[in-house]
């Protein structure tokens, strides 16, 4: 098979495609073009072309209506010529008796001439556009209605919002009233969401897996990917309880000291001594409500005593309390105090109030069951029936997290703690079989049971004695994926051309990678503080230098040589090697000021530009994942993002997929380590459910040992003179492991202890923008900024992109609204203006950092996500105001390839996730 690739003539630089591939594609497809749509979009086009051309005319067309005073009277010039070119100037319309006086001007000025036709032409279409666009309109509602009434559909908004259903349905059932209307940008949006968009989400986009058979020679590709689908069989529903809420559910119910005291107990971290100090990490999870957990984290500094060095060394793994007080006990009375047993349990007592002893969880991380886990150890808790405890709100005995949110320190509550467990398991239960119910539930019943498990986790939380904030984030109670078990259909997908050029991109991947800057930059921060060589015995320290180190990174991403200052080590190798692809890209594209020109990356220079890296860059193996598109009108091979690989983007959904599926990632990610490689996989939920996953090497890192067979205790952080890298390895052999992290949470959302282990292999922060230039375009409002398409043989790296700023974007909006409900002319105009293809997408523009990393993660999670629109279309174009004034800060469109609509046929929107791997080059 045609999958291992050399990108140079040296095969120290090997890159091998995975011999599978992750499909992701919309369960709907998007309609067909009615013959009412083609009639309008082509008059639409064709009016473009005459609002472009005659823009084009303008400026020679002044200069000659300018030198043309010589040729008649100053009266004629003064009433006729100078009005005429103001309104051309200004881009009005010429009043008809300007128009009208113009007399033997077009013959001596040829512009004119073509002008006015170009004039009559307009105005021709523009009355044609009168007649179509009511048409169009209609045929493109009853398409939206067909949408509208897939059950799909209506499953996946109705875990959405019931509001946001009803909508679907009246829009399905053809109401026409005011409220249908006024409720349409909004439904349009979730169907093209559910016909154009290809990422996971309920019933708007199934999963599928599948092996790549190389095609026979001589065999040609599918043209179209969507059509008919890769994906084959029924399609299978999974419904997985929050797990932002079971976490928070967890700690609710650990704050109970009958409910902890019973669990093996762990000390916070490992213990740093200095001198007669001892400091420990400690954090903290709380729920704000909504998906997210937010850690808190500090260290903890006091006296370094005996107690305290016995309980650390006999809790690094789970311990139960009593054997931990047993072992203190004895050491106690032998140094001569009265009662051991009681000042051991008093010292104990003491260290879980600090949070330096830590009850373990009664529920694995990666459990597949929590509820039922939880439900089955509290029913196991139930104490005899009128034993009594103080509740979680007593000052005396609260736990590290202290005083519930909304309680008094010192309120003191009295009940039956068999009775309370009892009554908190049948409440866990309750919402366990009202979630495990939900999969196959109706569009119409779903609605009714989200605000029913959102009643009973409410209830549920504050039961247990942690309730929800005032003023949280609405609760999202559950995660649906939708996947196809059977193996998909990818012959004719890819072929050997695809595997070469897309195994040249992983070493362009490389050079842009942020990873590689964030690798050197704690590289750098750690040689600064224990030397090179040197070692750290405790990898939580550290976290905080790398969560710099990310920033570090961040900040001089682009390489800049104002920067040079900052550059970590290595990096001036890297700038060399971009400035000299720079300076050839520009090279080629002298003279082009416009950006409707490609700009295609040289060939020769990409091609070995593996072989060139410098050696710490490729000491380590490399995986990315490349999420492909293929544009059948091109034939090109688009590329819509290019993350990190290693199983991330698969192991989500293996365990619903064929099994030979999961064996297959496995071997690949062992055969792309290399031989001897020791890899051990990370699996932090956080709170986030697509964060599980199962284990794809034998070794796992955990807090905990009885789930997780390395824990912190086991690891070092050090530097690996050699190869000039830093790595993890175990402590009593000094083994280097190579960590892998497949979560889907970002590690700003994760504890900062384990920031080391998550920047082990922190490749897939692929940004190509630096290669494009940047063309201003004046426009009413301000300036627009706009970067070509950038191609790299065959394959689109990066698509054409406006950035439209605020000011352009609310006189956009201003000129869609002055007009008719479908503003055809309005959108010609723009199109003309900014050379805007057809079929675009929207997107947010970025935010400005703020320099706190987990904040700005939720803010660019908070923005408006990005959404097909076709400026041929007449209900898109009905819309478009309505979706551009959700971009209040800007918007940037960008070419949609492939290009969904005015198609002859219903098509899905398809997309595979390969993933290429780079093995390490040897010393």
Sequence with gaps: ?????????????????????????????????????????????????????????????????????????????????????????????????????????????????????????????????????????????????????????????????????????????????????????????????????????????????????????????????????????????????????????????????????????????????????????????????????????????????????????RALHPVTREELAGHLAAALSGAGAGDGRAAAEAFLERLCRAGLLVPTEPVPPQDDDPLGRLTDWLRGLAAPAGAEHRGPAGAEEQGPAGAADGEQPGAEVREPAGAEDRDLADRIDAVARLTAGFGPATAAERPARVSTLVRHWTELLAAAGRPVPPGAAPLNVLSEDVVAPRPARLDGFLDGADHEALAEVTALAELFDLGHLVRRAARDRFVRRYGSGGSCAHPWEFGPETAAAWQDAA????????????????????????????????????????????????????????????????ARPAGYACFLQRDPAAGLLCVNRVYGGWGRFTSRFLDLLDPRAAEAVSRQIHDALGPGARPAQLRPVGGFNANLHPLLVPDEIGPDRRWAPIGEPDLELAHDEAADQLRLRLRGTGEPLDVLYPGFLAPVMLPRRIAAHLSDLPHGMVDFQPLVPRHPLTAPGGRVIVTPRLRHRHVVLLRRRWLLPPGVLAAFVADLTAGPEVPAAAVARWRALLDLPEQVFLHPVAAAPTGRPAEDFLTRLARPKPQFVDLGNALHLRCLAKWLARHPDGAALEEALPAPGGAAAPARAVELVLETYRAARPS
């Design 555 to 618: 900040r001089i991403a682009a390489l800049d040589p104002a920067d040079r200052a900052a550059f970590p080590t290595g990096a001036e190798e890297f700038a060399a090697l971009r400035g000299e692809l720079a300076d050839r890209v520009r090279a080629a594209g002298a003279g082009r000021d416009t950006a409707d020109t490609d700009v295609v990356l040289p060939g020769d220079l990409v091609k070995g530009l593996g072989e060139r890296l410098p050696r710490w860059a490729v």
């Design 1 to 313: 098979m045609r999958h291992s690739v050399s990108t140079g003539h040296d095969p120290g630089y090997r890159v091998r495609s995975a011999p599978y591939a992750l499909v992701r594609a919309t369960v709907l497809t998007y309609p067909a073009q009615s013959p009412a749509g083609a009639d309008l979009r082509a008059v639409l086009a064709r009016l473009a072309d005459v609002e472009r051309e005659s823009a084009a005319l303008v400026p020679a067309l002044g200069d000659d209506l300018y030198a043309s005073r010589s040729g008649h009277p100053p009266a004629f010039h003064r009433d006729v010529v100078l009005p005429l070119r103001r309104a051309l100037h200004n881009g009005r319309e010429p009043r008809p008796a300007v128009l009208a006086a113009l007399g033997d001007l077009p013959r001596r000025l040829p512009r004119l001439a073509r002008w006015l036709t170009l004039h009559d032409r307009r105005r021709a279409l523009l009355e044609t556009l009168d007649r179509t666009a009511g048409p169009a309109l209609d045929a493109e509602r009853a398409a939206l209605a067909a949408l509208c009434r897939e059950p799909a559909l209506a499953r996946a908004t109705a875990l959405t919002s019931a509001d946001l259903l009803r909508a679907v349905q009246r829009a399905g059932d053809g109401t026409a009233d005011r409220r249908t209307r006024k409720e349409e940008p909004n439904v349009l949006r979730y169907a093209l969401r559910a016909s154009t968009k290809t990422s996971p989400l309920s019933w708007f986009t199934a999963v599928g897996w599948g092996p790549l058979p190389e095609p026979p020679d001589g065999r040609p590709l599918r043209r179209d990917w969507g059509d008919p689908g890769p994906l084959d069989g029924p399609l299978h529903t999974r419904v997985t309880v929050n797990r932002t809420l079971t976490s928070a559910l967890t700690a609710a119910l650990l704050d109970a000291p009958h409910r902890r005291v019973g669990l093996p107990h762990r000390v916070t971290s490992t213990a740093r001594v200095t001198g007669d100090r001892v400091t420990y990490s400690r954090s903290r999870t709380v729920f704000a409500g909504g998906r997210y957990l937010v850690t808190e984290e500090d260290e903890a500094e006091l006296a370094n005593t005996g107690p305290l060095g016995l309980v650390t060394a």
